[in-house]
């Protein structure tokens, strides 16, 4: 008789085949199960997308996300809101989704009007505070939580305080693959007569599949026929990042160990049909894996589930399926252990076999068919329980509920001013100006943007070049004998000063503080650590606060990855107490700043306070900060709400003729950056607020009505004077946009921000 549903429809998301990953075999034979088993229910598929273009998918895939880019996420829940979907099964794994820790995903299930399951691909026993902050709202969020071992359920309850009844136990589903005498599939491997070691999977260093040729010596000398088969593609990261190098890397070990004859790799991912039959020719299945911090392995699970005696490391999934005789546990990374373990079960073939027995008996609830059973009476549950829910009705938002919408990037101005030495600083209108040449202002600024672009994974291979050019160029400007960077350089690569200024030196030292703070890349950490540790002390002895302020933001930055330098933190102190006492000497009650005079970059002075006040834990010098950037965001909001900068035409001195004109790029982008650092200190949303109407500066909201950022070019014009806008854009304008765009792109991105409408306030 043919199972039964109320439910219709069910929206799987996450990665699906073609793309070739675990994930994406995964969703796509859980779908194909549950459709298969349950023909009236329609079953679709919402997948992810890594590259540009995605992939070529089956019909089945309705709508698809690109990884990165938060509003096709909102686009997907608006789809699934108005496809009169019933249920909704997430896949999570955090590396699949786009935003820090994979909270793009968030920003989908808020808008989503029907049940959520979610199945947890990872469990992990000790994340960081993203992590965490997007598996508590992933558990609140879901209806149901599926888990694969009964470890996950636990952890899920313990780590992540799951209520315990709203989390259902449903093993890895496998392919249903009879059980057979290997010998049956080695011809058409060319192995028959042979003994038959396998690992299949995506290889990564984290395989430990170097333990395994290690431990073939032992294994040959008294069982000469072994061939070890190594199946599977190199993973698509581990590609773009490193190439083959791990896979050469075991080619070269193999023949240092002269087993090369007895070593085979299949450097390619295999459909499930030819899987079974790998699978099915091996006598000893091995995963060789370094860490125990694995919840769920679908190789793992496919080999036990044929019936195969597995050998393994102890990590989490592993030690719960071949506990009570249906397995063998070796340590991590020891060689001698998996060598003798091979032999012992090559010896004794009545305990091979009665493994291999037990383990095909459990195997039998783990087949799809089965699988697909447990998950639709979880589905079941869902629906019940979130009833409630289960309207079809497309609620429209009115505009001050709905997320904002930001420009899309746009990269192509930032590299026709860019060219192998670095960035030019001026251009005409949208040429790059030769004859002004270089200088380290803009490289500094060029490779924090860089950096930041990284960290969103924002066109990674494009910005890895560039950040390398922008960063080299910070390296040739520092002179190691005077301590000091130069600044200008002429367009045939002569420096034209013999130091740069004050304002220079902070600003590269801000930048290669966030490069070792913040990069992605351990070469970027490296050079820029090293390049800031020599640049800095030379700043106890500078007088310009925004020096001071600059100087500071990089301490910040580095002293996130190496918080203990001693020397790094006591120049922190010092700035910070130079810049409280310049306060102290200056400030009014009618004004109260740093300065006699609001010049440029302003908002940056009490940044610097804000994230360093903040950071080493000192109240007084975090409230300091937030007072006078309140005081500034008040001095620069126009009368009808807008954003007024401190214009550079005679700027404003205390008690005299504040200049409305020109209006300056820098000063929307110090302000976008402050307000969203006071925002994360309070997180009081007039802050979001400000930030707001200091980036919408660019967008047209100024005091003419007119865009400075020009979506055609990726540029942003230079200046907003009394009557137009300058039409060059420069490095300066241009950098200070992007910045300020990666800058709100990154808030909006945080899992903490669910769309925050405070009211407009002057």
Not at 9 to 38: H, M, N, Q, W
Not at 486 to 491: D, I, L, W
Not at 738 to 757: D, F, G, K, V
Request: proline fraction near 5%; glycine fraction near 6%; charged fraction near 20%.
């Amino acid at each position: 008789m043919e199972p039964k549903s109320e439910i219709q429809t069910i929206a799987f998301i996450g990665d699906y085949l073609p793309r070739k990953c675990g994930i994406a075999t995964f969703t796509s034979d859980v779908l194909t199960t549950v459709a298969a088993e349950y023909p009236p229910c329609r079953c679709l598929a919402i997948p992810v997308n890594d590259i540009v273009g995605g992939y070529a998918y089956p019909e089945v895939v309705r709508f698809e996300i690109e990884e990165q880019d938060l509003p096709s996420y909102l686009r997907a829940a608006d789809f699934l809101n108005i496809s009169n979907v019933d249920m909704v099964c997430v896949q999570h794994e955090f590396g699949i989704y786009g935003g820090p820790a994979g909270s793009h995903l968030l920003a989908l299930l808020r808008e989503l009007n029907m049940p959520i399951v979610t199945t947890f691909h990872t469990i992990l026993s000790d994340p960081n505070e993203e992590q965490r902050r997007v598996m508590h709202e992933l558990v609140a969020r879901s209806t149901r939580l599926v888990v694969m071992t009964e470890r996950g359920r636990k952890m899920l309850q313990e780590t992540y305080q799951a209520p315990p009844e709203k989390v259902d136990l449903i093993w890895h589903g496998i392919p249903d693959i009879p059980f057979v005498d290997p010998n049956y599939y080695k011809d058409q491997f060319g192995v028959e007569g042979r003994v038959v070691l396998l690992t299949f999977g995506l290889l990564s260093p984290n395989k430990g599949i170097e333990h395994v040729l290690n431990a073939l010596p032992a294994i040959l000398a008294e069982f000469p026929d072994v061939v070890y088969i190594v199946l599977g593609a190199t993973h698509p990261n581990e590609v773009s990042e490193q190439g083959e190098v791990y896979r050469l890397g075991l080619e070269r070990l193999a023949k240092k160990n002269n087993v090369q004859k007895n070593v085979i790799f299949y450097n390619r991912f295999v459909a499930i049909e030819e899987l079974k039959e790998f699978i099915g020719a091996a006598d000893i299945y091995v995963t060789p894996y370094l860490t125990e911090a694995q919840i769920t392995s679908g190789t793992l699970a496919y080999a036990f589930g044929a019936g195969k005696a597995v050998i393994s490391t102890p990590y989490w999934h592993a030690s719960e399926l071949l506990a009570e005789e249906r397995g063998v546990l070796v340590p991590f990374g020891d060689a001698a252990a998996i060598a003798r373990e091979v032999i012992g079960l090559l010896r004794d073939d009545t305990r091979r076999h009665s493994m291999r027995k037990n383990a095909y008996k459990v195997g039998r609830e783990m087949i799809w068919s089965e699988v697909a059973h447990r998950y639709m009476e979880s589905f079941e549950k869902a629906r019940v329980e979130g009833a409630v829910l289960s309207r079809k009705s497309f609620a429209t938002k009115t505009l001050d509920q709905a997320p904002r919408q930001l420009p899309k990037l746009k990269l192509d101005h930032l590299a026709r001013m860019t060219d192998s030495t670095g960035i030019f600083q001026h251009a005409i209108f949208t040429v790059p100006n030769f004859s002004e040449g270089y200088c380290t202002d803009d490289n500094a600024r060029a490779f924090i943007l860089a950096v930041q672009l990284d960290v969103l994974k924002e066109e990674p291979l494009r910005m890895r070049t560039l950040a390398t050019t922008y960063a080299a160029f910070l390296q040739h400007a520092f002179n190691p004998e005077t301590g000091r960077f130069h600044n200008h350089m002429s367009f045939d690569r002569q420096w034209l000063d013999p130091q740069g200024s004050e304002d220079s030196h902070g600003r590269a030292l801000w930048a290669l503080g966030l490069a070792a703070g913040r990069s992605p890349y351990r070469s970027f950490q490296v050079m820029a650590g090293q390049l800031f540790v020599q640049a800095l002390p030379v700043v106890m002895d500078f007088s310009s606060p925004r020096a001071w302020a600059f100087s500071l933001m990089g301490i910040h930055e580095y002293l996130r990855r190496l918080s203990g330098d001693s020397t790094v933190n006591h120049i922190r102190d010092t700035l910070t107490t130079l810049l409280m006492e310049l306060y102290d000497r200056t400030a009014q009650p009618d004004w109260p700043w740093f300065e006699e005079v609001l010049t440029y970059d302003n908002a940056r002075i009490s940044h610097a306070l804000i994230v360093n006040g903040r950071a080493s834990g000192q109240p007084a010098v975090l409230e300091r900060g937030l007072q006078t950037l309140r005081w500034l965001a008040e001095v620069q909001t126009s009368e009808h709400g807008h954003l007024r900068p401190i214009g550079s035409n005679g700027f404003y001195p205390r008690g005299g003729t504040r200049a409305l004109f020109d209006q300056q790029p820098l000063e929307a982008y110090a302000m976008v950056s402050a307000s969203l650092a006071a925002f994360r200190a309070t997180s009081d949303a007039w802050w979001f607020e400000q930030a707001h109407r200091a980036f919408d500066w660019f967008l047209g909201w100024n005091d003419l009505g007119l865009e400075l950022y020009s979506p055609s070019t990726g540029g942003c014009r230079d200046a907003l004077h009394v009557d137009r806008v300058n039409g060059n854009q420069g490095a300066e304008s241009t950098l200070a946009f992007l910045m300020s765009l990666a800058e709100m792109q990154r808030m909006q991105n945080a899992a903490t921000i669910q769309h925050p409408n405070p009211k407009r306030q002057p």
